[in-house]
């Protein structure tokens, strides 16, 4: 059978199973998304720390070319689901006139640090400060403010943007943690 287009889904199955529809795909393309990323951070990880120079430069282009590359169209279809959601169960009103990939755009950028609370230390694009996963009394807690993701070297929590950071600290689901950063 065909795949059927937003457009299409709505013709045929009309609002409420459609926005049904859409939430089941969003949590399939969720747990994928987390296996791509978690896959894709563990390789990244080897090879920043097991890898040097030139040899660190070609593993890590290649790593962007393939895994990363996954992982971003996979990012975007769960953006791409999650609006069509919340369009089809009419729940858009919540966001002003609408969320769009530049509203998310803005949600992922919104600068981590500004949810810690306590000391924080910035080398170059770095930041390093108390964890807020885990209790700590050394800091092993990072953001990388080039990209504004971020890892504990401690309890290994994993985010790349202020919105996964958000659904692990408050426990929420994606749109409310959107929701939260505009
Ligand atoms: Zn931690």
């Avoid at 369009?87 to 640090?113: C, H, M, T, V």
């Avoid at 500004?114 to 885990?134: D, L, S, V, Y």
Wanted: charged share 35%.
């Amino acid at each position: 059978m065909k795949k059927l287009n937003f457009k299409e889904l709505l013709e045929v199955f009309g609002k409420d199973e459609t926005a049904e529809i859409l939430r089941g795909k969003f949590v399939e393309e969720d747990s994928h998304n987390q296996y791509l990323r978690k896959t894709y951070l563990r390789k990244r990880d080897y090879i920043l720390e097991c890898m040097s120079g030139t040899w660190q430069d070609i593993r890590m282009g290649l790593l962007e070319l393939e895994d990363g590359k996954r992982l971003a169209e996979s990012d975007k279809r769960l953006a791409r689901y999650s609006i069509q959601y919340l369009e089809a169960a009419d729940k858009l009103p919540i966001f002003d006139n609408g969320i769009d990939e530049s509203r998310l755009e803005q949600a992922r950028e919104y600068p981590i640090e500004n949810f810690i609370e306590g000391k924080i230390r910035r080398i170059g694009n770095r930041i390093t400060a108390k964890c807020p996963f885990h209790e700590e009394k050394t800091p092993s807690f990072f953001i990388y403010t080039s990209d504004n993701h971020y890892h504990c070297y401690g309890c290994g929590k994993h985010g790349n943007n202020a919105i996964d950071f958000l659904m692990a600290r408050d426990n929420v689901e994606f749109i409310e943690a959107v929701r939260r950063l505009i």
